[in-house]
């Protein structure tokens, strides 16, 4: 009787396996700011052909752009920079050490630059040490180095003005 019982749960147990294993997930944004698309049924033609834009991915040519990634938008230095200089670089240039004399802890500290000068050039990022050492992954020496995006993020931010929003 008991080797029954285990037998049927067993069936039961690989049965709920196969059937979850055979539905598919639905596919939901996760939050309110992404933008939804409606997408028309297979059987009717597209109204307007998609621009180059729409259908391929915008690279950076080069590490250091001259222009931001993505035109119109703002890169503030609270939300999108800080969090960046705080996980990669706050340990040698701004907690107990702060190596070349450079601290990176507040935007004031940053526009100061360190004992060998600016590392920043308001609006010109092909000029701006930072730009260069963390585009060339010269910087952080210790650590994961930044992401690509991480360091398009700084590139516009440069090249915005470098302001302390």
Known sequence: M???????A???LIAGLLSA????AVDTP??????TEEVAPATEAPTTAPTASETSIPTVESPVASEPAVAGTGVSFA????????????NCHGGDRTEEGLTLKTHADIMA???NGAVIAPGDAANSLLAELVSEQKMPKRGPKLTPPQVQIIVDWIIQGALNN
């Open 2 to 8: 008991n080797s029954m019982k285990a037998t049927f």
């Open 10 to 12: 067993i069936l039961i």
């Open 21 to 24: 294993c055979g539905s598919q």
């Open 30 to 35: 996760t939050s309110a700011s992404q933008p």
């Open 79 to 90: 939300t999108d920079i800080l969090p960046i200089l705080e996980s990669r670089c706050i």
């Open 113 to 115: 630059g360190s004992e």
